[in-house]
């Protein structure tokens, strides 16, 4: 499979390489056009989220942007670091580093846009230590053969290496083909680390593994229909969750499909539906098949000077196994004043089993409604060139059900987080773009 996975992407790189110098500028929307005025073709830059899921067309647009041999160059990134604090008895503390940079290449030819993504991580380095960083009620995947609880675990160095290629064949139709040794299926919202709802918030989302768990994937084959405001997609993938040496490849067969229904019906509202097949997500339970359902709703909207308010809505439901079905429900806003004032907050209810959170024997069998209620101011200063560097603070409550008291040594245990945030700086068009359109 490793093999052709490769194939294709070589089969995919010379195409482009021979495909008509056409630079495209990314500023020419100097008026917005309304999502069902716009051709496959005019579809913005900004409705690109992770992987293939769409977000708002009306998204801020950061990083640097630059032109060589052709081909439109970007790279942007999100990087937190602090010091994170969790209570309660399965509470603990870590300084730690969280965050993605990515480098993307396009180019278009004829109707068709080419592109290429690197994504990499430094969690690999800087949030590893005990399998992942502290954070209460947090499950998913493993670390030295146990199932992690009560930790997030870092993402892997390569979060993403892809080809993409998107073909209009008219006004309203168009198709894209997703190639990726390491990627995202059409499978669930945006993943948490690429929503602009959670771009202040260094932490994961209690119910990631409802919700956006598969956005690393390692093999992810992607075909989609496109009109101006809606898409549908179908990807076969490698459904097996990355294993704990988060540096390394861990290339399986293509076991699991999805399947995608977005909508973009005006410039500020994204929504999907999805659902997934994974056979054997998880390395402890090889016969455990998933079934998950996801569903979610965006909203940005652009606030006075360079400030925006964005929210997403999410559910997921995993059927897995001889567990059953369990629901996890979020609402996430960030509410950036001016690019310089950000509140944010995030609300969750997840159903998690006695065996997911590590509880013992006679609750083992049960399942558990946890809770999240995570509120956080961040201040930017700058922009610094390129960046836009800022500090932050978070604190959650998580109210939890009587039965885990005694586990956690609280009903309601909290957590904190005071943080340095880097991120890219908004890209400014005045006017004309190109080459070096980013900033002074
Ligand atoms: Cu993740």
Known sequence: MRSTLLMVSLLVLPMSARAQANPHSHGQEQQPAPSEQLSVEEIPMTRTASGTAWQPDA??????????????????????????????????????????????????????????RVMLSPEPFTAQRHGGYPLLLQT????????????????????????????????DWGFQLYVAPVGEPALGPAAFPHRLSASSDPLAVLGHHWEDSTHISFGVLTAGVVTPTAKLEASWFNGREPD????????????????????????????????GFIPSHDELHPDEPLHRLTASVMVHRPLGSGGHWATSAVFGRNVEGEHGASNAYLLESNLDLDGLNVFFGRIEYVQKTGHELVLPEPLEEETFGVASLALGYLRN?????????????????????????STYGSRIPVGGMIYLRLSSAPMRHEGHAGHGDSHP
């Open 59 to 116: 998204s801020p647009h950061a990083g640097l942007h630059w032109g060589a041999a052709g081909w439109d160059f970007m790279f942007h990134g999100l990087l937190f670091g602090g010091y994170d604090w969790q209570g309660g008895e399965r509470g603990d503390d870590a300084v730690l580093g969280v965050g993605w940079v990515m480098l993307m290449a396009e180019r278009k030819a004829n109707q068709a846009h080419v592109g290429v």
């Open 140 to 171: 998913g995947e493993t670390y030295r053969g146990e199932p992690l609880r009560d930790r997030q675990h870092p993402h892997d160095l390569f979060m993403e290496l892809a080809t993409t290629y998107t073909q209009a064949l008219s006004k």
């Open 244 to 275: 704990e040496n988060r540096k390394d490849f861990d290339f399986r067969k293509l076991d699991s499909y999805s399947v995608r229904l977005s909508a973009n019906p005006t410039r500020e509202v994204s929504m999907q539906v999805s659902y």
């Open 381 to 405: 200063f700058g922009p610094l060139g390129p960046m836009l560097p800022g500090v932050g603070v978070r604190a959650a409550v998580n109210p939890i059900p009587e039965d885990l008291e």
